[in-house]
């Protein structure tokens, strides 16, 4: 048994406005969903969860930053240079309410994502969390490397969920996080039960519609009823 990938949560001082930037910027064609909801507590420090957006063409990578651009999001520096000295080919933004995303150059192993090029985890221990969230989605590892492992979605299309090596640890709550659900006619406590067995555990949980968890390296998720 394995969950799916149903919603990518984006917690939000402005939902609503938030929404419409990310509806302004592209068509949302990924299998998993955004949802934004309301968070009182403000941003702090970078974010353990980014997107990864895919381009065409060096001129349609210029287009989709340019789009961003005119509709809130900033140039940020986590590390790679200021935009002037263009020391990766990528670009690094922030949305209005900070969060973090990158516009990739074309890249071949993206071609059948759509839009959404990977969902991008920063992790301590990149094999480990892959491993887990491969049997948490029944996904499997396409791309192995020394800095990070990633997860080819069911069948070739829509986003990567990738995992990303980083040094620092996990300081706050994600404010972007994963919702899973198993399918109908599954058992979402014997889900649970699974997921707590591959190495997550719970927090109980402040909504009556999902049980609250985290990955073994202390990400929030929550596993919704079945679907």
């Given amino acids: 048994m394995a969950s799916q990938l149903v919603n990518l949560v984006f917690d939000s001082a402005l939902p609503r406005d938030l929404a419409g930037f990310w509806e ?125 492992v990633g997860l080819r979605p069911p069948g070739g299309r829509g986003p990567w969920v990738e995992f990303l090596a980083t040094k620092e640890e996990k300081q706050h709550k994600n404010r972007l996080r994963f919702e899973i659900a198993p399918r109908r006619g599954k058992s979402r406590a014997a889900e649970v039960r699974r997921l707590r067995e591959l190495g997550a555990t719970g927090q109980g949980s402040a909504r009556q519609d999902a049980v609250a968890m985290v990955d073994p390296e202390g990400n929030e998720f929550s596993v919704l009823a079945p679907r």
């Avoid at 060096?58 to 590390?79: K, T």
């Fill in 24 to 148: 302004g910027l592209f068509s949302w064609d990924a299998p998993f969903q955004p949802a934004f909801r309301s968070e009182a507590v403000p941003k702090r420090g970078k974010n353990r969860l980014h997107l990864d957006l895919t381009s065409r063409s060096p001129g349609h990578q210029a287009e989709l930053v340019d789009r961003a651009l005119s509709l809130g999001a900033r140039h940020i520096d986590i590390g790679q240079g200021p935009p002037a000295e263009k020391r990766v080919p990528w670009v690094v933004l922030a949305d209005p309410e900070g969060n973090e995303f990158c516009v990739l150059e074309p890249r071949e192993q993206y071609e059948g994502s759509g839009a959404i090029a990977s969902v991008v985890t920063d992790a301590l221990d990149p094999e480990r969390l892959a491993r887990f969230w491969a049997a948490a989605l029944g996904w499997e590892i396409g791309v192995r490397e020394k800095t990070i």
